[in-house]
């Protein structure tokens, strides 16, 4: 995707550390976020996301009011925000095995910029797929409903006014086209109409 068309997404960065902080926002200071906000604690955070929504949120695990990973689950099952975890070499893996399932991601700290950038770039990577796709289903719904909406049409001026299927399809369609309206339009009129 050309860099012109690429979708900004906002980030959240949840850490009880300043200095943690400061190193993400430099890592991602590549303009392709279009906003990068800072909280401090879990309850700060969990108010914030009331308030407004997150593309990512990266925690800093432990904050100062409670470990973090309560946290970032809760993120991950309420929200459509993707999340990232930094915790310590020591308790890395443990971390990730509970919360991998969840889509969650764990980097070991000490974190380099290039990890969390590129982790940061592949959980919107991801989100944008899954959004593409979400569309996409609501499209393919959209036109199936409208299919079924103009097959009881059809079926309705087929018992009614007794036309043959070719010409109920071709009369919902000459009608759509003559109005400059949906063949949908058309067959929901055709439906509301009492014999």
């Given at each position: 995707?050309?860099?012109?068309?690429?979708?900004?997404?906002?980030?959240?960065?949840?850490?009880?550390?300043?200095?943690?902080?400061?190193?993400?926002?430099?890592?991602?200071s590549d303009g392709r976020y279009s906003e990068i906000e800072v909280r401090k604690s879990a309850s700060l955070t969990r108010?914030?996301?009331?308030?407004?929504?997150?593309?990512v949120a990266i925690i800093n695990i432990p904050l100062s009011d409670e470990p973090g990973v309560d946290l970032a689950l809760?993120?991950?099952?309420?929200?459509?925000?993707?999340?990232?975890?930094?915790?310590?070499?020591?308790?890395?893996?443990?971390?990730?095995?509970?919360?991998?399932?969840?889509?969650?991601?764990?980097?070991?700290?000490?974190?380099?910029?290039?990890?969390?950038?590129?982790?940061?770039?592949?959980?919107?990577?991801?989100?944008?797929?899954?959004?593409?796709?979400?569309?996409?289903?609501?499209?393919?719904?959209?036109?199936?409903?409208?299919?079924?909406?103009?097959?009881?049409?059809?079926?309705?001026?087929?018992?009614?006014?007794?036309?043959?299927e070719d010409e109920a399809h071709k009369y919902i369609g000459k009608l759509a086209m003559d109005r400059c309206v949906s063949?949908?339009?058309?067959?929901?009129?055709?439906?509301?109409?009492?014999?």
């Amino acid at each position: 995707m050309a860099d012109s068309k690429r979708r900004q997404h906002d980030v959240l960065v949840v850490s009880s550390y300043e200095k943690f902080a400061a190193s993400v926002e430099r890592a991602l200071s590549d303009g392709r976020y279009s906003e990068i906000e800072v909280r401090k604690s879990a309850s700060l955070t969990r108010r914030e996301l009331t308030e407004r929504s997150y593309d990512v949120a990266i925690i800093n695990i432990p904050l100062s009011d409670e470990p973090g990973v309560d946290l970032a689950l809760d993120i991950a099952t309420r929200y459509t925000t993707g999340v990232i975890i930094t915790a310590s070499s020591e308790i890395s893996e443990d971390v990730a095995e509970k919360v991998t399932d969840y889509g969650i991601i764990v980097i070991s700290k000490p974190a380099t910029s290039k990890s969390v950038n590129r982790s940061v770039r592949l959980m919107c990577a991801i989100l944008d797929r899954l959004k593409t796709s979400e569309k996409k289903a609501l499209t393919m719904e959209e036109k199936m409903e409208e299919i079924r909406i103009v097959n009881r049409a059809k079926w309705k001026l087929i018992d009614e006014k007794e036309m043959k299927e070719d010409e109920a399809h071709k009369y919902i369609g000459k009608l759509a086209m003559d109005r400059c309206v949906s063949r949908r339009e058309v067959a929901e009129e055709i439906l509301a109409t009492e014999k």
